[in-house]
């Protein structure tokens, strides 16, 4: 009988054990830092499709934002709920997607997004915002290795852009290798600097005590406060500060990419861009 209590109580401690542990990681990822993936082209080139990153998530409870950080966010059209366990499960545990954009404008800040001599710029409180980071390539469509039917529902094609150097034969491109069958010839090539076919570049707005305006390096492919809006503070968890890996493939498991090509595999790592903080 007391073989049995203790056999039971020694599962209760294992049990126990494992609840604290799990309990410590949901704490670290939650409040500590965060590992992200870059699932879009929205960042190019600055981040590039199937890197990985650290976020901070500690020093943003006590140093503000500044213009230029790139953070990390839930999804602002998702619907949270008003339920307060519910919407932090939604957004710490499960929930919507985590976008990456860089933050613009600045809480009390007024934004304008004009076109000016045919080209898109940004004004931040009557001042012209010099923009480095902007994405200087062009962008070429090409048909991704990814599951069609996720690509298809996400963009309603299997075809993505993605940045290039022109300069440069395709199966040898510094950002994502490319083959001549993959690329659409068919479709245009988009050149920087092209204002936005929707007219989504031109805005003007004021932006509350609690509010960022967040957009993607690569204006031409990525969707930001130009379409949804204001980014409220509270979605906001990590400041993006460390790439840790960068690799040249659509999958969001990097064994599944092994598995399937065990071969092929490395020599689709990015080994000149692992390791390089981003500011």
């Known amino acids: ?5 203790n056999a039971w109580l020694d599962k209760q401690n294992i049990l126990v054990q494992i609840g604290v542990v799990l309990l410590i990681v949901f704490a670290i990822r939650t409040f500590i830092f965060g590992l992200y993936q870059v699932p879009t082209g929205s960042m190019e080139t600055t981040m590039l499709v199937g890197e ?10 006590f140093s503000p934002f500044k213009r230029g950080n790139i953070i990390a966010f839930n999804e602002p059209n998702f619907p949270y709920s008003d339920n307060i366990l519910k919407n932090i499960w939604q957004r710490y545990v499960w929930g919507p997607s985590n976008w990456t954009k860089r933050i613009i404008g600045l809480p009390g800040e007024h ?11 940004i004004y931040i409180d009557g001042k012209k915002l010099d923009e480095p980071y902007l ?9 991704t290795n990814k599951g ?21 034969p395709f199966p040898e491109q510094p950002f994502y290798k490319m083959t001549p069958e993959s690329v659409m010839r068919q479709l245009p090539i988009i050149q920087p600097g092209t204002p936005e076919s929707r007219g989504a570049d031109v805005f003007d707005v004021y932006l509350k005590a609690d509010e960022y305006w967040a957009m993607g390096d690569n204006r031409l492919g990525s969707s930001d406060s130009r379409f949804w809006g204001p980014l409220k503070k509270n979605l906001i968890h990590g400041r993006i500060v460390w790439c840790i890996a960068s690799i040249d493939s659509d999958e969001d498991w990097m064994i ?4 399937k090509h065990p071969i092929g595999f490395w020599s689709k790592w990015r080994w000149n861009r692992c390791f390089k903080t981003l500011s």
């Open 52 to 61: 990985r990153f650290v976020a901070d998530k500690f020093t943003i409870w």
């Open 111 to 121: 934004v304008q997004g004009i076109i000016e001599n045919g080209k898109p710029e």
């Open 148 to 168: 069609a039917d996720e690509i298809e529902r996400a963009t309603g094609s299997g075809i993505v852009s993605r940045s290039f150097d022109p300069a440069i």
């Open 256 to 259: 599944l990419d092994l598995i």
């Open 135 to 143: 994405n200087k390539y062009p962008l070429v469509y090409i048909r």
């Open 1 to 5: 009988m007391l073989k049995r209590a």
